[in-house]
C-alpha cells in the first residue's frame, strides 16, 4: 500500500472513531509513524483529506452502481434492486464515518469548502436517482419524475438513517426490492390515473440540481488509465515475440488515444481488447473491466 493510501485508511478510522474536530493532523502522523510534514506533502489540510476521503467513498459506490448497470444480464427492475442494494452495503461498509459526517459540530460550520463538498454529493445522489427512474421506467413518466425522485430519496434516506443511526438491522436485499416495488406500484397509480403534475416545474429544479451537467463529477478515465496501465506492464513481462509485444503495446496506445476523443469509436476500442485478449493469457477479466469502464464512460458522456 502506497503513503496516501495508508494515509486515507489512518485518517478514515481516527475521524469514524474520534470525530473531525477532535482528531489532529499530528495523531495520523503518529498512528502512521510518519513526520507530520509527510501529511502536508499529500494533503494540504484535513479538510482536504476529509473532502479526498468522502468523495472516494462516493465515487467507488457509484463505480459499483454503473457496473451493475452495464450488467447485460440483468432486466431493468433487477438493475434498480442491485444499483439500491450497492448503496446500502456502501452505507453499511463506511457507516461510522458517515456517521461522524452528519453529527460532528465541524460539518456544520457553514465553510465554503465543505458546504460544497456536501452540495455535490447531494447533487450526484439525485442526479443518479432522476436518470435511474427514466432508464427503469421510461419517458412516459416524464411529467411526475420529480415527485418520483422525491419519493425514491425519501425512502433511501430514512432506510439509511434507521442503518446508521438506530442500528437496526435488516435485510438490505429485501429493502432494495421493496423500495423499488414501491417505486414501480407509485409509477402505475400516477400513470393509471393520468394525474396532472402540480408541484414542481422541471426547468426549476433541473436548473437546482443541474441534472443536466451531472455527468461531470463522475469519469472512468483514472479507472481505464490504471488498468491501460497494468496491461502495458503486464505485456513487458510475458514471455512474447518483441514483434507480438510491439503490436499490444500499441493497440494499447491507440485505446488511450480513442478515450480523448468526444466521439470513441467504440468498434475499434473492442476490436483491439478482443486481440489482446486472443493474444494473452490470464487477462480476461481485467479486459472485461476494462470493456465496462469504457462503455460506461461512453454512455455518460451520451446523457
Do not use: C
Amino acid at each position: 500500500m502506497n503513503r496516501k493510501n495508508q494515509i486515507i485508511e489512518v485518517a478514515t478510522k481516527l475521524f469514524a472513531e474520534k470525530g473531525y474536530h477532535a482528531t489532529t493532523m499530528q495523531e495520523m502522523a503518529n498512528a502512521l509513524n510518519i513526520a507530520k510534514g509527510s501529511l502536508y506533502a499529500e494533503f494540504k489540510s484535513k479538510e482536504e483529506l476529509l473532502s479526498f476521503i468522502t468523495e472516494q467513498n462516493q465515487a467507488q459506490m457509484f463505480e459499483m452502481v454503473f457496473l451493475v448497470e452495464a450488467d447485460p444480464s440483468l432486466t431493468v427492475e433487477e438493475k434498480l434492486i442491485k444499483q439500491i442494494y450497492v448503496q446500502f452495503d456502501s452505507f453499511l461498509k463506511h457507516k461510522d464515518f458517515i456517521k461522524m459526517q452528519m453529527t460532528d459540530p465541524a460539518f456544520q460550520i457553514n465553510k465554503e469548502n465543505i458546504h460544497q463538498m456536501k452540495y455535490s454529493m447531494r447533487q450526484r445522489v439525485i442526479s443518479w436517482q432522476y436518470r435511474s427512474l427514466l432508464r427503469t421506467y421510461g419517458d412516459e413518466i416524464k411529467p411526475y419524475i420529480w415527485e418520483l425522485v422525491l419519493v425514491f430519496n425519501g425512502l433511501i434516506k430514512e432506510f439509511m438513517t434507521l442503518l446508521i443511526f438506530e442500528d437496526v438491522k435488516y435485510d438490505l436485499l429485501e429493502a432494495s426490492k421493496f423500495i423499488s416495488k414501491r417505486l414501480t406500484g407509485t409509477v402505475q397509480d400516477l400513470l393509471y390515473h393520468n394525474e396532472l403534475p402540480t408541484l414542481f416545474k422541471a426547468e426549476e429544479m433541473e436548473q437546482v440540481f443541474h441534472v443536466k451537467n451531472s455527468s461531470q463529477h463522475i469519469s472512468f478515465d483514472e479507472k481505464i488509465k490504471e488498468v491501460l496501465d497494468s496491461l502495458e506492464v503486464n505485456i513487458e513481462g510475458q514471455a512474447l515475440q518483441q514483434k507480438e509485444k510491439v503490436h499490444l503495446l500499441e493497440g494499447i496506445s491507440v485505446i488511450r488515444e480513442e478515450i480523448t476523443r468526444s466521439d470513441i469509436r467504440v468498434s475499434i476500442v473492442r476490436g483491439i481488447i478482443l486481440y489482446i485478449a486472443e493474444t494473452l493469457d490470464g487477462e480476461s477479466s481485467v479486459l472485461n473491466r476494462l470493456q465496462q469502464y469504457i462503455d460506461l464512460k461512453v454512455s455518460i458522456e451520451k446523457e
